[in-house]
């Protein structure tokens, strides 16, 4: 809501008051002030000019040489390109050394050979946006009526000496958007009376009930229909002040009866609607829904399908009106009309929003109606209209009104305490002080006891409860007056549990090593839905779902995983690497919710390390998916604890997958997705993998111990040890360092052979053992000791023998 402070001073006094210090008072007090705009700000030297004389200009055909009257007999000439520029125009002249938006300065100049003084102006030129300038002057200069007086202060003639307040009115204020509902905050908060129009015009002896009847089918959609006459009116300009305040307000003006329409919006905040009487087609106005099908042309020349569920004023018989919407181009008001029928109505705001959504015409009236307007004000709108109908545009108002009505809305009645008020607000307040917050409202009260009865004006919509009325005596109380209190009690500073700092841990590693984090859909298909599942359990359903694709809650994050690289795949973005921390949903028994456990997985296609300048591609593999796992174990304190071991698991590939298991209980996989898998989803080569985060982040581990830099030398051997093709290297390495002594440190496999040199179910692996004393240097029959029994333990468990 825009508020123009110069209009607001109409209904309250702001003496002493700035626009910036109202617009702290009215932010403190509860509706957020988000600018104050001064209009003119910046520019200065615009005066009325006359044009006394206007021709041609002797050496360019778009340009006009003009003799302007700046008053007190200063006479300039001024070369101007506007082309309804005309001698006797009363316009805004910008003089030698005034200054417009954007600091544009005014000096003299020559224009093909001819002086020129000044600048005649437009008005976007002055600061007007395009958008808001009448029809008639968009493209050119603005024309002031013929009694502006010459020498004068554009700006302040047009309306630009003003500062307009931006008002971010939550959906509950409707009441603000208005400027007598603005009008009335205003005056509570600075403890001032409301000075409201009192609208009396000057009715004929013919009566409107002779030109009108009004009927209303749809009553619980419209409760209230007033309708006024106003005949012999003379369809021209509205008076320069009203459209300085519609366009200050975002109203583009048009002409003198629908710019009032437009003025009693903004004033009481009351939609109105002018038709042209003698286009109606009847002397009849019925309010009822639409016929399925039934067909209106909107002012805006768009031909609208309606349905039952719109709501339409017709003439009897066809529809004139989308009510409370957009008028009818049948009935519009046009420059030969001279009989206005004016329609002032109670519209509910739930059909109103259904028409307006339905046909995309969001509207300074829909808006309103939508978020509701004052009952109350739906006679005294019709009649400031019409006062202001018959002084702007010559008319005659009948007498009387022409009304439908079955409105039952009256004021609300709230009861509270006072005991309740001041714990709530924290304050101690006494009864006087919460009746004079009242009465600076304009609120009926009543008080018994400790409790105040208050009956709230209808044109506060907002309030039916006593925690509204409570709201009411802390925003007006002043929220800065709220005594500052401190919690009572032991405080906790905020901090993470180890829980979510391992996880933090594991988010960072992954990123830091190039994965990507992905949130997928917890909801999936039934197919789905078992997929990849660490422990195989009957999906949870849900009640309703949204489609069969999204029906179950997940048992596994792979899947998922899998169809984000789908997607990525087929947008040509074909190396990735993807993780998710999530949980999955493990079905509990009948009647209680299902258990959550979160999971962490990845998946990853591609290329690992690109470097075309080098001609080096390494595309990733099973081995790399593992050291990623790998480095993450050690990252948590777990390395030692961890065993990977070959397995087979529905939809991986059978020779590229091992199940990962923390002290010996399984915690989830690692491997590469089944070819058929793959070419399913239209993938290349994919590793993935998933772990029991849960499992991780809840093992406990030893607090981590530094050890100084050893002070003596280790010694390394490398042993390549004949098995059989069964034999994996992991069983060996675990049969190496259990038998291995303290001394030994570190076990690793760096090859593996299976030539043609090696006899028939047989394979040799090669490990390198790395042995080390932190107290001494290491002897030969030291280290001959501990390597013999590690090679007699592979030999007696695992059949092994060196390879010659």
């Known amino acids: ?42 520019m200065r030297g615009v005066v009325v000019g006359h044009v006394l004389e206007c021709e041609k200009h002797p050496n360019a055909e778009k340009l006009n040489k003009t003799l302007v009257d700046l008053g007190d007999g200063n006479h300039v000439q001024i070369i101007c390109g506007a082309p309804n520029v005309g001698k006797g125009q009363k316009v805004a002249v910008a003089t030698v050394g005034a200054v417009l938006p954007g600091n544009f300065k005014i000096k003299k100049a020559k224009l093909r050979g001819e002086e020129s003084n000044g600048m005649i102006c437009s008005l976007q030129e002055l600061g007007f946006e395009a958008k808001l300038v009448a029809k008639e002057y968009s493209e050119g200069i603005f024309v002031f009526p013929e009694d502006t007086e010459i020498g004068q202060d554009a700006l302040n003639a047009l309306g630009r000496a003003d500062q307009i307040l931006e008002l971010g009115l939550t959906p509950n204020r409707a009441d603000c958007m208005s400027m007598l509902g603005v009008a009335y905050e205003v005056a509570a908060i600075l403890g001032k009376d409301v000075k409201l129009p009192q609208p009396k015009a000057e009715t004929t002896s013919e009566s409107a009930s002779d030109y009108i009847k009004v009927s209303v089918d749809a009553k619980e959609d419209n409760p209230l229909y007033v309708a006024k006459v106003i005949k012999n009116v003379k369809i021209g300009p509205s008076p320069l002040w009203m459209q300085a305040r519609l366009m200050a307000a975002g109203i583009r003006p048009h002409n003198n009866v629908v710019d009032i329409t437009n003025y009693i919006l903004l004033e009481y905040g009351q939609p109105l609607h002018a038709f042209d009487y003698d286009r109606l087609g009847s002397k009849e106005i019925l309010v009822r829904r639409a016929k399925q099908g039934e067909e209106i042309v909107t002012l805006d020349e768009t ?38 029928l004016l329609e002032s109505a109670y519209f ?8 307006s959504k339905d046909h995309g015409l969001r509207s300074e009236a829909s808006s309103r109606y939508e978020k509701g307007v004052d009952p109350e004000r739906v006679r005294p709108a019709a009649e400031r209209a019409a006062e202001l109908m018959a002084k702007y545009a010559g008319g005659e108002v009948l007498e009387s009104s022409v009304e439908a009505d079955s409105l039952t809305v009256g004021p609300a009645v709230v009861s509270v305490t006072l005991d309740k008020i001041n714990s709530v607000i924290g304050a101690e307040l006494d009864m ?7 009465a600076k409202l304009q609120f009926e009260t009543s008080v018994d006891n400790d409790t105040i009865t208050v009956t709230v004006p209808t044109r506060r919509g907002d309030i039916s409860i006593e925690e509204d009325l409570i709201e009411e005596v802390a925003r007006l109380y002043g929220y800065d007056n709220v005594p500052k209190t401190l919690p009572i009690g032991a405080s906790t500073p905020g901090q993470l549990s180890p829980y979510q700092q391992k996880r933090r841990v594991v988010r960072r590693y992954l990123e830091g090593a190039g994965l990507y984090q992905a949130i997928t859909y917890s909801l999936t298909s039934r197919e789905k839905a078992t997929q990849y599942a660490l422990e195989k359990r009957e999906p949870v359903q849900l009640a309703m779902p949204m489609s069969e694709d999204r029906s179950l809650l997940r048992l596994s994050i792979v899947p998922q995983l899998l169809e984000a690289l789908k997607y990525n795949l087929a947008r040509q973005n074909d190396s990735l690497a993807l993780y998710e921390t999530g949980a999955v949903f493990l079905k509990a028994e009948e009647g209680d919710l299902p258990e959550e456990r979160e999971h962490l997985a990845g998946a990853v296609t591609g290329l690992w390390e690109s470097h075309p300048w080098q001609g080096e591609k390494k595309p990733v593999d099973f081995f790399v998916v593992k050291g990623l796992l790998e480095g993450l174990f050690a990252k948590l304190g777990l390395e030692s604890r961890i065993s990977f071991k070959g397995a087979e698991i529905a939809g991986m590939h059978p020779g590229r997958t091992a199940q990962v298991s923390l002290d010996g209980a399984v915690i989830g996989f690692v491997g590469q997705v089944h070819p058929k898998v793959e070419k399913d989803l239209d993938l290349k080569e994919t590793y993935v993998f998933e772990l029991s985060l849960k499992a991780l982040l809840e093992a406990e581990t030893a607090p981590l111990q530094y050890t100084s830099i050893p002070r003596f030398p280790s010694i390394t051997r490398d042993i390549a040890l004949v098995v059989d093709k069964e034999k994996t290297a992991g069983e060996l390495q675990e049969i190496i360092v259990e038998a291995g002594s303290k001394l030994l440190k570190e076990v690793h496999v760096f090859d593996l052979y299976e030539g043609e040199r090696m006899e028939a179910g047989k394979k040799s692996i090669a490990f390198s053992l790395k042995y080390f004393d932190p107290e001494k240097t290491l002897t030969d029959e030291d280290i001959s000791k501990a390597h013999e029994k590690v090679l007699q333990a592979v030999k007696e468990q695992a059949g092994a023998v060196l390879r010659g």
């Open 1 to 42: 809501m825009l508020v123009s402070y110069n209009w607001l001073q109409e209904y309250v006094d702001l003496t002493g008051v700035s626009a910036q210090e109202l617009a702290e008072k009215i932010t403190k007090s509860g509706i957020e002030v988000e600018g104050v705009e001064t209009l003119n700000d910046g």
């Open 432 to 438: 006087k002080q919460v009746e004079e917050i009242f």
């Open 348 to 355: 509910t705001g739930p059909v109103i929003r259904k028409s």
């Open 303 to 340: 031909k609208r399908t309606l349905t039952a569920e719109h709501l339409v004023i017709t003439n009897g018989s066809e529809p004139v009106a989308l009510a409370g919407v957009m008028g009818g181009a049948n009935s519009e008001v046009s420059a030969d009309t001279t009989t206005v």
